[in-house]
């Protein structure tokens, strides 16, 4: 099967990988498996007072399209509110990366991490 030209792109030169302080409250850690191959993506998101996403940063075991996945995510919430972040669908990272059908499930997993670590922030909120 044959990667497209994004998918190659975000693998080779992935952007944000790193690692946030989970402590810290103005983080969110999303941290997803995927059941079809067993690949793990975790994404982390950096929150302003307002609720805007200043900074994200992933790190994922798995395919090439998921790491592809997770790198593009991290691109575009940047500047996102929380709100629109966690409209974020997996469709539209596909569309973005060209993922083939049996890859599908990488975007998911994405989808998920994103949705998960806007979760995890605003569960800390509430503790507060
Ligand atoms: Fe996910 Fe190969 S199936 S890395
Ligand atoms: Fe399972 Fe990509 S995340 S093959």
Not at 23 to 32: L, P, R, S, Y
Not at 92 to 118: F, G, M, Q, R
Request: aromatic fraction near 4%; proline fraction near 3%; charge should be negative.
């Amino acid at each position: 099967m044959a990667y497209s030209e994004q998918v190659i792109d975000h693998y080779e030169n992935p952007r944000n990988v790193g690692k946030m302080n989970d402590q810290d409250d103005n983080i969110g850690t999303g941290m997803v498996g995927a059941p079809a191959c067993g690949d793990v993506m975790r994404l982390q998101i950096k929150v302003s007072d307002d609720g805007v996403i200043e900074d994200a940063k992933f790190k994922t075991y798995g395919c090439g399209s998921a790491i592809a996945s997770s790198s593009l995510v991290t691109e575009w919430v940047k500047g996102m509110t929380l709100d629109q972040a966690q409209e974020l669908k997996n469709t539209t990272i596909a569309e973005e990366l060209a993922l083939p059908p049996v890859k599908i499930h990488c975007s998911v997993l994405a989808e998920d991490a994103i949705k998960a670590a806007v979760a995890d922030y605003k569960e800390k909120q509430a503790k507060k």
